[in-house]
Nanobody, 127 residues
Framework: VQLQASGGGLVQPGGSLRISCALS????????VGWFRQAPGKDREGVSC????????AYLDSVKGRFTISRDNAKNTMYLHMHSLELEDTAVYYC?????????????????????WGQGTEVTVSS
């Protein structure tokens, strides 16, 4: 299983950006998927996840209402739509995939839940 993140870049505060992550070597439908980020000098933190089967999602409190996670199993691709970006959103964003729990109806934004990781895409919010 390989994950390839893309779409990062420089965006002004208040702007929007969509980052993507393509999975190869397996079927995205078999996994719970999530996004994590690591800002300079800080630990990696969970941002969002989406369940395998019923569209259940979870978000870091600071991104609720601004970020939306989605998945397109037909394209083997997951997305993170980011709006109203803030300086504090600057980070390298990593996509991850892990085995489903409880029939695939839940997800958890915990690094221990994921065993496949992408290489990261850098998002810089700056004026």
């Amino acid at each position: 299983v390989q994950l390839q993140a893309s779409g990062g870049g420089l965006v002004q505060p208040g702007g929007s950006l969509r980052i993507s992550c393509a999975l190869s070597g397996w079927t995205l439908d078999d996994f719970v998927v999530g996004w994590f980020r690591q800002a300079p000098g800080k630990d990696r933190e969970g941002v969002s996840c989406i369940s395998r089967s019923n569209g259940y999602t979870a978000y870091l409190d600071s991104v609720k209402g601004r970020f939306t996670i989605s998945r397109d199993n037909a394209k083997n691709t997951m997305y993170l739509h980011m709006h109203s970006l803030e300086l504090e959103d600057t980070a390298v964003y990593y996509c991850a995939a892990g085995p489903p729990r409880r029939g695939g109806s839940l997800c958890f934004i915990l690094q221990s839940e994921y065993n496949h990781w992408g290489q990261g895409t850098e998002v810089t919010v700056s004026s």
